[in-house]
T-cell receptor, first 113, second 112 residues
Framework: DGGITQSPKYLFRKEGQNVTLSCEQN?????MYWYRQDPGQGLRLIYY???????QKGDIAEGYSVSREKKESFPLTVTSAQKNPTAFYLC????????????FGPGTRLTVT | GENVEQHPSTLSVQEGDSAVIKCTYS??????FPWYKQELGKGPQLIID?????GEKKDQRIAVTLNKTAKHFSLHITETQPEDSAVYFC???????????FGAGTRLTVKP
């Protein structure tokens, strides 16, 4: 059963703590992406990776960090420097290239108080 | 950079009616335009897409039209059903690395 998994579905943290969101895919996709979704807004790109050991900042990378040590995994760390971290986070993957479908995971809702 | 605007933000229709959602984009170099459907608590799923060399594409009750000159594209859903109720996002992609710009979303409600 191929797909993208994100865990956990809900995550609660205290302000000032770093937190890491998991994203795993078994679709054999080279490219992976992290988006942030806020109410009434479209998805905004945080980071993307086209290949293992390489990643690029998206539009709202400040306060976030990623790693891509394995093809299947693209974890996102929300650091204490992120001013407004409470949001719904979506991970996606695709084959390499432009104009190709992105497959999304079920998302993680992060609440920071 | 690319900017995608989507209208309306909410849309309510009776079952069996048609629904139309419109998007405009700013970068004339954009060449791939997908539409995603997102159900509550889930990730978006691609429902249809269109490339800039095509003016219209249809898949059963869903169609997408693209007007490159005016830089807008639309999603048309005919014979709507309650299970069509969801949030729909349009997007535009230009760059080699497939990063997309998404519209703000349209919450479609189909009343039985």
């Amino acid at each position: 059963d191929g797909g993208i998994t994100q865990s956990p579905k809900y995550l609660f943290r205290k302000e000032g703590q770093n937190v890491t969101l998991s994203c795993e895919q078994n679709l054999n996709h080279d490219a992976m992406y992290w988006y942030r979704q806020d109410p009434g807004q479209g998805l905004r790109l945080i980071y993307y990776s086209q290949i293992v050991n390489d990643f690029q900042k998206g539009d709202i990378a400040e306060g976030y960090s990623v790693s891509r040590e394995k093809k299947e995994s693209f974890p996102l760390t929300v650091t204490s420097a992120q001013k407004n971290p409470t949001a719904f986070y979506l991970c996606a993957s695709s084959i390499q290239g432009q104009g190709v479908e992105q497959y999304f995971g079920p998302g993680t809702r992060l609440t920071v108080t | 950079g690319e900017n995608v605007e989507q209208h309306p933000s909410t849309l309510s229709v009776q079952e069996g009616d048609s629904a139309v959602i419109k998007c405009t984009y700013s970068d004339s170099a954009s060449n791939y335009f997908p539409w995603y459907k997102q159900e509550l608590g889930k990730g978006p799923q691609l429902i249809i897409d269109i490339r800039s060399n095509v003016g219209e594409k249809k898949d059963q009750r869903i169609a997408v039209t693209l007007n490159k000159t005016a830089k807008h594209f639309s999603l048309h859903i005919t014979e709507t059903q309650p299970e069509d109720s969801a949030v729909y996002f349009c997007a535009a992609s230009i760059r080699v690395y497939n990063d997309m710009r998404f519209g703000a979303g349209t919450r479609l409600t189909v009343k039985p």
